[in-house]
Each structure stands twice: as structure tokens, then as C-alpha cells.
């Protein structure tokens, strides 16, 4: 392992620019947490829990603020494109489950970007036209983020900056509404009191991790920022900073715009909505062009949608190179740099995934995979107190990530009440995923090469 890591690896044939700063990584990580989950899922988290929509936002805060802890210790130990798949393979040295864990977050990554789609072509582009379908639209939508994404990584961020700035300025609106609805005596505060289940007990505790569970997919994106670790000037002091500011001011801002969404609409209204906000802009007494908010909204969910592919192609491009997927998939456009190949595969796959599901299903089943992947990342963080590196990076209370795994596993789990639909996607996903690993192993087999090489990795 090299001692120093602020320079980064040395380039060559098929490496990645270096070309992100520490104010464009803070930009990504809010820029891809906001967007799709609070501009669509607000309304179906409301249908899972009431008007007490504020509660399942603030304990989905508190989890991320956990897993991001032990990312931030894990990309300042090992500043690599792989992520997840590198933490479990360092921890845990099993090929299987870390091709496994790196299948999941990439489909984690498409799934969202599915959600973010099918998002685009909801409500908020009916406010406009709905002369065309929407499946057209979102197959559409996925077909020029690749564009933009093969165009390079300095002009995705840089797009990504943009757009963050503009979905700030959408949810500004929503909590500007709000201030001058209480300030002028308008709004309903009993409703922050009022669960969605009548009952007590068992089916109250169920109502509200079912709604946390689907809630927690706003808070998901800043796992992403750690596979563009090759591509960030000095990642060891750059991540701690980005994450851990990024998840603070995404989870102020929703637990805010929560607040204001059950104070001025009833959640039965909201649960109806797939472009929830858009009603609280039109409950708020403010003569604020709805079309005008709806496009930002659109803008919004552009940004997650584009960060996921970037960030799935970029995983492929890092399996790659660890030859554990074919080394065709780490083949990069020349002068532009961009991994073509992966941003292709993932594309195609993101085209699939959009035609067979919709919003809630995308965004639960996209938070299911991550919070089995964080329960492996927070195990992983504890294991791997023993590698020691030649750097100084940030280290996390050991209190922290044993919570973060529980936490994990509780949300993953039954209890949450989620869908069949979303462990059936998730099942056939992980299912797809075996069978790529059977072929690459005995292709490899075959070639007679290693199937995985993070273990020496540095």
C-alpha cells in the first residue's frame, strides 16, 4: 500500500481523471442524495405513515449519519473505484459474496435511476403534456443521461453542480411556501401527530419502518461518491468533509420539507401524488407558477438519475479492473476518458428495469439492496480495524457502525412490511448476478486467470 495517497495511483492507458475538488464532491454527494426521493416518494411515504411524515425522515437521518461514518473510515483506508465490493473483499477475502455485494449496489444505482425516470415522466412532466407516454419518456430520459455521461466525468459533475443548485432552489421554494403559510396562520400542526394505522403497539412499529424503509431511498447517494475516489483530488481529506456535510444539509432540508408537506396537505392527498411537492406548492397560498416548479422538480430528478449512471458505470469499470467482470467492461472512451463499455451495459439494463416498474416499487426496492449492502459495510468497518495503512484517515467510534448494522438489518427486514414485488425484483436481480459470476468464473477458469485480485490490491 502506498503511503501516500494525495497524489493518487499513477496514470496510465486505462485510468480515470483526477478532476474533482473538494466543493464539486461536496456538490455531488447533496446533489445526489436530494432529487428523486423527496421529489417523488414523499407522497407514498406519507401513505405508509400519516401525517406523522417528519418521523420516519429524521430516523432515516439518523441511519445514514451511521453507514456514512463508516464509508468516510473506508474510502480514507482504501481510495479505489470498487467501493463496497472492496471493503467486503478486504474484511471478509470470500470472491463470492463481494462479486455479490458489488452486483447489489450497481443494481441499487439502476434502480434508482429507474425510480428517477419513471419520476420524470409522472406528474411533473403532465404539467406540461401528456400526449406521450410515459414509458417513452423514461426510456428516453435514461438515453440521454448515458449521452451525457459518455461526454466525461469533469462535464457529468459539472452538469451535476447545475442541477443541484437547481433542485436547491425547489425545495427553498417549498419551505419559503411553508413559513408564509404558519406565519399567516394557515396549516394543520394536529396532523404531525396522526399516524396512518389506528392501531398501537406492533402495527404502529411496523407502519413506521415501512415508511422509514421506503423514506431511507432519499437519503441514498452518498455510497455513490465513493466510486469515483480515482477521479477526486486527494480523496483521504476530501470524502469526511463532503459526506458528512452532505448528509447533514440533505437531512435538515427533508426533515423541513416533511414537516411543511403534512402541515399544509393531507397525506391521503400526498399518497395519490407521485409529484407530492408540486401540491404542497399549490396548497401553500402562493401564487408560484406551478409549471415553473414543476420544472425544477424535473431538474431534480435529472441529477439523481444522472449520478447513478455515472456511478454504476464507474463500479463496472472498478469489477473490471479487479477482474472479477471481463476486462472489456474497464475499456474507456479515448480523449474523453469515460468508461464506455460500462456506461453501455448499465444503460441497457437501466432501459429494463424502467419498463417493468414503477416509482415506490423502484425506490423500495433500491433502499432494500443498499441496507443489506450497508449491513455488510458497517460488519466490514469493525473487521478490518485490524489492516493496518501507511496514512493517517478518519476513524469512526467503534459504537457507531455496530449501530449502523442493526439499524440495517431491522429496515432490510419483514418488519418493514414492503412489498412482494420487491423482494421478487430483488431476488431475480441477485439471481442474475450468481449466474454472471458462474460465467466469469469459468471463463476465467478457462484463461486460466483469477477470478478476484482485491486481496492484493493494496
Known amino acids: ?38 421529489y417523488a416518494t414523499t407522497g407514498k411515504v406519507a401513505g405508509k405513515v400519516g401525517g406523522a411524515l417528519w418521523l420516519p425522515f429524521l430516523i432515516g437521518f439518523a441511519v445514514a449519519l451511521l453507514t456514512a461514518a463508516s464509508y468516510v473510515e473506508l474510502v480514507g483506508k482504501y481510495p479505489k473505484a470498487a467501493g463496497a465490493a472492496l471493503y467486503t473483499q478486504k474484511a471478509f477475502r470470500l470472491p463470492f459474496l463481494t462479486f455479490i455485494i458489488a452486483f447489489m449496489v450497481m443494481c ?39 449521452a451525457i455521461a459518455l461526454r466525461g466525468v469533469a462535464e457529468s459533475v459539472k452538469t451535476n453542480m447545475v442541477l443541484t443548485l437547481v433542485e436547491l432552489s425547489g425545495l427553498a421554494v417549498v419551505l419559503g411556501i411553508g413559513a408564509w403559510a404558519v406565519l399567516s396562520g394557515g396549516g394543520e400542526p394536529s396532523r404531525l401527530g396522526e399516524f396512518q394505522s389506528s392501531g398501537t403497539g406492533y402495527a404502529l412499529l411496523t407502519s413506521v419502518l415501512g415508511a422509514t424503509a421506503l423514506g431511507f431511498f432519499a437519503f441514498v447517494g452518498f455510497e455513490d461518491s465513493v466510486n469515483m475516489a480515482e477521479e477526486t ?27 411543511v408537506s403534512s402541515l399544509l396537505v393531507d397525506y391521503r392527498v400526498l399518497a395519490e401524488s407521485d409529484g407530492p411537492l408540486l401540491e404542497v406548492v399549490k396548497a401553500g397560498g402562493v401564487d408560484f407558477p406551478p409549471k415553473l416548479f414543476a420544472a425544477i422538480a424535473l431538474f431534480a430528478v435529472t441529477n439523481s438519475a444522472l449520478i447513478n449512471i455515472m456511478m454504476a458505470s464507474r463500479l463496472c469499470y472498478g469489477l473490471a479492473n479487479e477482474k ?8 474507456v472512451l479515448p480523449h474523453r476518458r469515460t468508461p464506455i463499455t460500462g456506461i453501455v451495459f448499465v444503460t441497457v439494463l437501466a432501459i429494463g428495469l424502467v419498463s417493468t416498474g414503477e416509482i415506490e416499487g423502484l425506490g423500495d426496492t433500491t433502499a432494500f439492496l443498499l441496507l443489506c449492502v450497508f449491513a455488510v459495510v458497517n460488519v466490514a468497518v469493525l473487521v478490518l480495524r485490524k489492516d493496518r495503512v501507511g496514512h493517517a484517515h478518519f476513524r469512526t467510534p467503534t459504537v ?34 450468481i449466474v454472471l459470476w458462474g460465467v466469469n468464473k469459468l471463463w476465467m477458469r478457462f484463461r486460466h486467470e483469477e477470478t478476484a485480485t482485491w486481496g492484493s490490491a493494496g
Open 1 to 38: 500500500m502506498a503511503t501516500s495517497t494525495s497524489t493518487g495511483p499513477q496514470e496510465h492507458d486505462s485510468s480515470l481523471k483526477r478532476v474533482i475538488g473538494p466543493r464539486l464532491m461536496i456538490l455531488f454527494v447533496i446533489g445526489d442524495i436530494l432529487g428523486t426521493g423527496i
Open 108 to 146: 441499487s444505482g439502476l434502480s434508482s435511476a429507474s425510480a428517477a425516470a419513471r419520476a420524470f415522466s409522472g406528474d411533473y412532466f403532465q404539467e406540461f403534456t401528456d400526449a406521450v407516454p410515459p414509458t417513452a419518456i423514461a426510456i428516453a430520459f435514461i438515453l440521454g443521461l448515458a
Open 400 to 433: 457507531l457502525p455496530v449501530l449502523g448494522a442493526i439499524t440495517s438489518v431491522i429496515l432490510a427486514s419483514p418488519l418493514s412490511e414492503r412489498g412482494s414485488d420487491v423482494y421478487i425484483r430483488a431476488g431475480v436481480l441477485i439471481a442474475i448476478g
Open 233 to 259: 483530488k486527494d480523496p483521504v481529506r476530501t470524502f469526511p468533509r463532503a459526506i458528512f456535510i452532505g448528509v447533514g444539509v440533505t437531512g435538515t432540508i427533508y426533515v423541513l420539507v416533511a414537516l
Open 324 to 331: 472479477v467482470l471481463p476486462r472489456g467492461m474497464a475499456r
